[in-house]
């Protein structure tokens, strides 16, 4: 059996599993013990796939996000060094 006939059973046998809540219990935490690793690996829906990489994509951009907004403060506090210190208005408003 290929993996994709493989993961095809696991979809089969997830959503037409006759199970009540208890037997459902059971079985989720078989599939959290060590020794069923790669059936939980094999058995995880492209819900779960999509939603893992929707986290993994969340935090690669916070991470991202911080990176540049560091880069961004560096960036301001050198400006602010070689212009002299404090913040000065862009435009003189005095000559009105």
């Known amino acids: 059996m290929n993996e994709q006939q493989r993961f095809l059973l696991g979809e089969c046998v997830q959503a037409y599993l006759p199970l009540d809540d208890e037997q459902k219990l059971q079985f989720d935490g078989l599939l959290q013990s060590g020794t069923y690793v790669e059936v939980r690996a094999m058995n995880q829906t492209v819900y779960e796939k999509g939603f893992e990489q929707g986290i993994e994509r969340i935090r690669e951009n916070r991470e991202r996000n911080e ?24 435009w003189n408003w005095s000559h009105r």
């Open 67 to 90: 990176r540049n907004r560091e880069r961004n403060r560096e960036r301001n506090r050198k400006e602010s060094r070689r212009s002299g210190g404090g913040r000065k208005d862009r």
